[in-house]
């Protein structure tokens, strides 16, 4: 009867013991799955490009900027007449890209209406998706857009992509602004670096004026000049 107390207990511990390794097996497979979770990845590749500074994609404060900056233009009243239409450019094929653009479009659906406008003329942003459209030029054309915003792009198109939305731009007079620096190598006129915790604001002269836009020498003061390759 002892004995059989005995191995009883022994059993039922076996089966214990067992029963915690399973878990802890299960347990390891579970936080795999969570970090090898597309989502999960794609955050930590968001969080690395803004750590190295590669990157401004701050929504919120590009537009602050935005706005600070057509306060010395003299030339987007005229263009945007009764709505200031900005395009969105931006790849759906890649993660970076889409989520800048998804982090624009969340950014604006929360805005309170009186954010969303600049001296009293309404914004409104329109989406163009770089994988979806034949005619970059028609495209930005047919939706009346008067300025561009581009998303990071793959960085094994970027090159042919950004001197196809140079020539548009310069084409139909689209001012086009980033949060990537690198960008004004390509054309792009504006872009926003974030520096020591200071946004500071960078202009590619040259493609700016082939866009159509006319700054004050007093913003040129304050902003820092950056032509291709500088």
Known sequence: ??????????????LLFVFLIALVFKATAFDHQVSTNPTQLMTS???QATQNNLYYLEPRQELLLLKKVLSFERNWKARAGNKLIIGLLYQKSS?????????????YAILPEADKQIDGIPISLQEISLDSVSSLEKELAEKNIQLLYVAPLDDKKSTRLLKDIEHSCEKLKIGTFTGVPQYLDSG????FEL??????????????????LNFSSQ????A??????D
């Open 1 to 14: 009867m002892q004995s059989s107390s005995i191995f009883m207990s022994g059993l039922v511990s076996l």
């Open 45 to 47: 590749s968001h969080q």
């Open 95 to 107: 993660s970076l890209s889409l989520w800048v653009a998804e982090d624009w479009l969340n950014l």
């Open 188 to 191: 792009v006129a504006i872009s």
């Open 195 to 212: 520096k020591e915790n200071k946004a500071q604001i960078l202009i590619n002269l040259e493609a700016a004026r082939a866009q159509g």
């Open 219 to 222: 913003f040129l003061r304050l």
């Open 224 to 229: 820092k000049i950056r032509g291709k390759n």
